[in-house]
């Protein structure tokens, strides 16, 4: 008699193993993806893998239910398109429509943090929760009574409120925190402390607190911006690095660190879609739609590569040729940090342009001298001749050594390209250090030019700052200040 139910271990991801029965048995493969795709609420397409057991459970493919043995392991395989549908709409840009589909992926499966927001929203709480601050919120409007905070009452809104932090950011610094709290107390003045200048001190530490705790919970479900800093020295891991040391986690500010896979995809599966890209970018004319869907959905496996493996550039540019053009350098900030590095970058500048005039011409003494003759350069009041002259003059007066960041054709062609990062200026019409609007740059990085061409000083500026963050580049010391200052202040 056949067997009228199957119960299966079904490996939807790395992070995601459920124990299933379907009942009844399914007669064909159609059948058990159809009903797995309504269980696990897929929306997208893939194929299923069985763990053989004459072949000491190495996985085969599943053509046929009378393979599938008795208490199957079966592996979901995604089936991606690289189609032209622009994945975050964050990403969006013209695009052609292309007539080749090679693996596809649904946009709600790509998953990234937002920019943390000014002022941060205090989010709804369970109806109950709601409730009772609703209840006291009048109260304390009534007859300015604080509302007696139960021990679950306060374990609920802390786990919200964690939850709410973790979207924005894994790592959330002091003032982050101090946000989050002042904002719970102006939402439900009820929730103010007694005793507290601020009102909300209390609130603070035990949201910090809280987010450790709420760290380890992501760390145990696999999530990679937090399972990066585990496995360090404890009594259950005496060989480990010592704890605190070399910690990665966002330091300039980046919205998406270290995010997640797509659901439903891999590694074995990013990899395939990465090497369309390629293929793809070895075209005379590639189609950008293609290479703009690819690299957006292979966001996480680049990421992981930068971040966990830190590759050399020679390598990052054979594997990702497509991150090193203009639009992806931009692309990539936005994917990284919610924002647009060009628009941003030119924006900040031409505002602070007339402060920084007005401090260059302020100047006197060896600094005063070294923007004067700066200052005869300028030929026009253009606004690429003024950003030049703004960004050749930063590190003057931050005190940095320009002469070892900006390099000349001549110096390339003798084979001086030890500057780790820098810009290569291409013309022929003077040194770096005479020459303030060159017409052609290019970028270099540990010693290879990843990008040229560049039309203007600004533009390649700013690209290489993009690239810092894609790359996940230190700031040249030599040129620190004026980064940290593009950075903080622009």
């Known amino acids: 008699m056949a067997e009228t139910k199957m119960t299966m271990r079904l490996i939807v991801n790395k992070g995601n193993i459920r124990k299933l029965t379907v ?4 007669n064909t493969v159609d059948d058990l993806i159809n009903w797995i795709k309504t269980t696990i609420q897929a929306n997208y397409e893939f194929t299923l893998q069985y763990d053989e057991p004459e072949f000491d459970n190495a996985p085969v493919n599943l ?15 995604p089936i991606i398109m690289l189609t ?15 007539d080749t589909e090679i693996l596809s992926v649904s946009s709600s499966s790509v998953e990234v943090r937002k920019e943390w927001p000014d002022p941060f929203i205090i989010p709804k709480f369970s109806v109950s929760v709601e409730y009772q601050l609703r209840q006291g919120n009048l109260t304390y409007l009534r007859d300015a009574t604080y509302l007696k905070i139960s021990k679950d009452l306060k374990h609920c809104i802390l786990d919200r409120l964690a939850e709410a932090i973790y979207s924005y950011k894994a790592y959330p610094e002091d003032k982050d925190i101090d946000d989050v709290a002042k904002a719970l107390v102006a939402e439900h003045p009820c929730l103010k402390e007694r005793g507290s200048s601020s009102g909300y001190q209390g609130w603070k530490n035990s949201l910090k607190f809280k987010m450790g705790n709420y760290r380890n919970d992501m760390r145990k479900l696999g999530h990679p911006d937090v399972t990066v800093n585990a496995g360090k020295r404890g009594k259950c891991n005496s060989d480990g690095e010592p704890p605190h040391k070399n910690i990665k986690k966002p330091r300039k500010g980046e919205v998406n660190y270290l995010p997640d896979f797509p659901e439903g995809m891999d590694s074995a599966s990013l990899e395939t879609a990465r090497e369309a890209m390629v293929d793809e970018m070895k075209k005379k004319s590639p189609d950008v739609s293609i290479i703009k869907h690819a690299m957006n959905i292979t966001f996480a496996l680049r990421r992981a590569e930068v971040v966990k493996d830190k590759p050399d550039i020679s390598q990052m540019v054979q594997r990702w040729p497509a991150l090193f053009t203009e639009s992806q350098v931009n692309l990539e900030f936005n994917r990284i940090t919610g924002k647009s590095v060009i628009g941003v970058f030119f924006s900040a500048l031409d505002g602070l342009y007339p402060g920084l005039e007005e401090v260059f011409t302020r100047k006197t003494g060896r600094v005063g001298q070294e923007l004067a003759d700066l200052r005869k350069q300028k030929q026009s009041m253009e606004p690429t001749v003024n950003r030049c002259y703004a960004l050749r003059g930063l590190p003057i007066i931050l005190g940095d050594n320009a002469s070892k960041f900006f390099t000349s054709q001549k110096n390339a062609a003798d084979g001086d390209l030890e500057i780790p990062i820098g810009i290569i200026f291409n013309g022929e019409n003077g040194s770096p250090e005479q020459e303030l609007n060159p017409s052609q740059l290019g970028i270099l990085l540990e010693g290879n030019v990843v990008m040229d061409s560049i039309c203007s000083l600004p533009l390649a500026m700013c690209l290489l700052f993009g690239l810092t963050y894609a790359l996940h580049l230190e700031y040249p010391k030599c040129m620190k200040n004026t980064f940290l200052f593009i950075q903080q202040i622009m």
């Open 23 to 26: 009942n009844p048995r399914p």
């Open 63 to 77: 053509r046929d239910m009378s393979e599938v043995p008795e208490k199957p392991t079966i592996r979901i395989i």
């Open 84 to 98: 032209p549908v622009p994945v975050l709409d964050s990403f969006s840009e013209t695009s052609s429509q292309a």
